[in-house]
């Protein structure tokens, strides 16, 4: 990077703190599920700027450890970013249970050439009264009335 296209940006203690969590979160949403972070170039991209703000925690008053200081504190206790990343994953397991769930439903329930016919509108909302219908089911029992149709011992549970 040509020294004319640094900028720089002054944070108060309380701002990196901020931003740390951020970034911290960016990269783990970015590379939380991916492998070989040797070879792939987003995990290396958001590697390198994670590295950079973290190096910077001593300038603040932080310590070196203080990227695994936002994992969990000194007692082992969930830190505020563990929350948040509980509470990403439990809302995103719901949601993608139930867009997956009404869409294997739709395609079930309209046959292709009733597809076909449908206007853009009315497939949405079509789409959606069949996801809006597992919101409404998992909101109200969880997974108390979710079944899968095959024998347990079907598919290798020993129950």
């Known amino acids: 990077m040509k020294n004319q296209d640094k900028k720089e940006i002054q944070l108060t203690k309380d701002q990196y703190l901020a931003l740390a969590k951020t ?3 960016g990269n783990w949403m970015a590379n939380a599920q991916r492998t070989g972070a040797s070879n792939n170039p987003h995990m290396k991209e958001y590697e390198k700027i994670t590295n950079y703000i973290f190096s ?3 300038e603040f008053g932080f ?5 695994h200081d936002l994992e969990c504190d000194e007692h082992g206790k969930t830190t505020e970013v563990n929350h948040l990343h ?19 439903d739709f395609y079930r329930k309209y046959t292709k050439s009733e597809r076909e016919k449908m206007s853009d509108e009315e497939h949405f909302l079509k789409l959606q009264k069949c996801i809006i219908a597992y919101e409404n089911e998992v ?3 969880g997974v108390e009335r979710l079944n ?6 079907d598919i290798g549970i020993d129950i």
Not at 86 to 104: A, I
């Open 23 to 25: 970034v911290y979160l």
């Open 56 to 58: 910077l925690a001593p």
């Open 63 to 67: 310590p070196k450890t203080f990227e």
């Open 86 to 104: 509980e509470e990403y994953d439990e809302e995103t397991f719901w949601d993608e249970l139930c867009e997956t769930l009404g869409e294997r």
């Open 139 to 141: 909101e109200e029992y």
């Open 148 to 153: 899968i149709s095959k024998q347990a011992k």
